[in-house]
C-alpha cells in the first residue's frame, strides 16, 4: 500500500540520534514522504533536551523540501496512572506526540499496572499515539489497550525499529502479533512508523509492512497512506 508519512523520529535533540532536524526532513523528502514528524524524547530520558526545547517550535517551517512538517515529542510514561514528562501547557502547543515506556524512566510493573498506565495515556487528551507497545519487558494486557484506544480514538504503533534483530525490546514480533490481532477485532487503528535515530532509517517501514502482509490487517485499519486519514488523529495539519 501507498505510505506517505513517518511520525516517529529522533534528532540530535535526543541526545542519542545522529542527525539534524534539516537533515532528516531532508531524508523524508528524497525517499518520498509527504509527512515528516519529529517527536525528540521528553525530559526524563537521560540525556535529552529539556522542557525549553519543545516551547519554541514556532520558528520552524512546516514545510521543508516540499515535506509538511509536524514537530511533536515522544513523551515518556512514568508511573500507573499514565503519568506523562511534559506539562500541559507544552502539551498542548504541539502538534501531536507519542506516549511510550521506556526502561529508564519507568519501574518494573506487574501487568496490571502496566495496563493501567497505558490506558492512563491514552485517556490524555494530548497524547495522539501509544509508542512501540511491543515490549515483553513490560507486559501489559492487549484486551484492555486496544480497546481503550479504539474507544478513546488513539493509534497504537507498530514500530518498524523493535522489529530489528538488534532491537533491545524482547519478543515485538510475537507482541505486535497478539495486538494486531486484536486491532483488528475492535476496529482499532494503527500508524507504522521507523523511530529513526538517523538519516538511513527515515521511512524504513520494511520489516512493519511484511508484519502486517503477514497478519493480513485490513488497509482501512493503517492511516500511512494519505494525508486526509492522518487529519483527524492531528487535525493541526489542516491549519
Partial sequence: MKDILD???HTIASGHAYNTLYEMAK????????VFGSTDHAPKMPGTCSDFY????????RTLYGVNILMGSELNILDHTGRVDLRR??????DYSIASIHQPCY???TVSQNTSAYVGAIENPYVTIIGHPDDSRFPFDYDTVVSAAAQNHKLLEVNSSSLHPLSSRLDAKENYKKMLERCIHYGASIVVNSDAHVVEDVGNHVRAYELLEEMNVPEELIINSS?????PYIPKLEA
Fill in 89 to 94: 501547557g507544552i502539551l498542548e502547543k504541539l
Fill in 107 to 109: 519501574k518494573d510493573s
Fill in 227 to 231: 494525508i486526509e486519514r492522518l487529519i
Fill in 27 to 34: 531524508a523524508a523528502s528524497e525517499k518520498g514522504l509527504s
Fill in 7 to 9: 511520525l516517529h523520529t
Fill in 54 to 61: 519543545f516551547i519554541n517550535f514556532k520558528v520552524i517551517p
